[in-house]
């Protein structure tokens, strides 16, 4: 008798322990759980804040001026626009890199012929 109850008890206590190693995992991931939310809040935070900071740039009427002129290629009264063809431009950009090498002379050859 005294060796059932003892095996019962036995068993009792490893139910016990069992049941409190699984309440201490669980415990254990959701605390990781909560410290994964915690750096995304904080990246969501630190984005909003960057994209607070970018309203208030485009809502400036410098940021809509600069808009209207360079995408939708509209002017001033007054002003006149002159559009370069994209040859032109991508020459002007190989003529940079290689300015520091070429003497004034052949840059201005370079540019008419």
Do not use: C
Request: aromatic fraction near 12%.
């Amino acid at each position: 008798m005294k060796r059932i109850v003892f095996f019962t008890a036995i068993l009792i206590a490893l139910m016990v322990i069992f049941s409190l190693l699984g309440s201490i995992y669980q415990l254990w991931h959701k605390q990781d759980v909560l410290y994964t939310t915690a750096r995304h809040l904080t990246n969501v935070k630190k984005e909003h804040q960057q994209l607070v900071k970018q309203l208030k740039v485009v809502k400036t009427n410098q940021f809509i001026e600069e808009q209207a002129r360079n995408n939708l290629f509209l002017a001033k009264l007054g002003e006149h626009q002159v559009i370069i063809a994209g040859s032109l431009s991508i020459q002007k950009q190989k003529m940079n890199f290689k300015r520091e090498n070429i003497p004034n002379w052949q840059q201005w050859i370079m540019i008419f012929f």
